[in-house]
């Protein structure tokens, strides 16, 4: 199946579509500040994460579900082609992304989305746990 937009729509609509100060950025953002954490968000680390631990060495990113392949198998039915290499580069992208942090001496929390608008207060533990350490 072809997209039902051109090219220059889609690309309008894809512009619209957010990539920071998402919603379970906030929810991590705001519980962070509540327990007296403070951390950056702009940056210019490699990766660009969401949250960072300057002084702790510490980067988090808050991944989406479908975008950056959690439960992703390539031979999944009714996945086309395009989203199959778009979401396995993606998935490739986050490994090097975590492996030229780690050699920097970064420590790397990934978190999911539904792991956050779930269990947020467990999500929070885990990166206070590793600022701790």
């Not at 962070?32 to 702009?42: A, D, E, F, I, Q």
């Not at 780690?102 to 885990?126: C, F, H, M, N, P």
Request: glycine share 6%; charged share 40%; with cysteine.
């Amino acid at each position: 199946m072809t997209d039902i937009f051109d090219q220059n729509k889609r690309k309008e609509i894809m512009s619209k579509v957010k990539n920071k100060d998402t919603d379970i950025e906030m929810i991590i953002r705001r519980l962070l500040y509540s327990k007296g954490y403070r951390y950056r968000v702009k940056n210019k680390l490699f990766g660009r994460p969401d949250i960072v631990f300057k002084k702790y060495k510490v980067a988090v990113f808050c991944d989406g579900d479908f975008w950056h392949g959690k439960n992703f198998k390539k031979e999944k039915k009714g996945y086309k082609k395009f989203w199959v290499d778009k979401i396995a580069g993606n998935i490739k992208r986050d490994s090097k992304v975590n492996e030229v942090l780690k050699k920097e001496g970064w420590k790397v929390i990934r978190l999911w989305k539904t792991d956050i608008l779930k269990q947020s207060e467990k999500s929070v533990a885990k990166i206070i746990n590793k600022i701790k350490l």
